[in-house]
């Protein structure tokens, strides 16, 4: 982690772990992912297609819900996160 002082390139957001420091790298890809995917879809008022819809599927049965899970995941971080490629 970096100290937000110290910011030494254009990708970079707040530490949710730290305060007063800041991710960058591979780590800020990291944490945009963690909070694309735990953010509920339609959750952000501004921002309405921003998230996953993974939480629609916690109460299906394991065979049902675990496909939808990884279509709605990948979808949600190949929609947001254009630093990464997901297959």
Known sequence: MTNIENINT????ASLSEFGE????????????????S???GSVP?????GCGL???IDKPIIQS????????KSAITRWEDR???T
């Open 84 to 86: 990464v490629n997901v």
């Open 46 to 50: 501004y921002m309405p297609t921003f």
């Open 55 to 57: 939480f629609d599927h």
């Open 66 to 73: 675990a496909p939808l899970i990884a279509r709605d995941m």
């Open 10 to 13: 254009s990708q970079w957001q």
């Open 39 to 41: 953010t509920v879809l």
């Open 22 to 37: 800041v991710v960058t790298g591979e780590n800020d890809i990291r944490q945009s992912i963690f909070i694309i995917i």
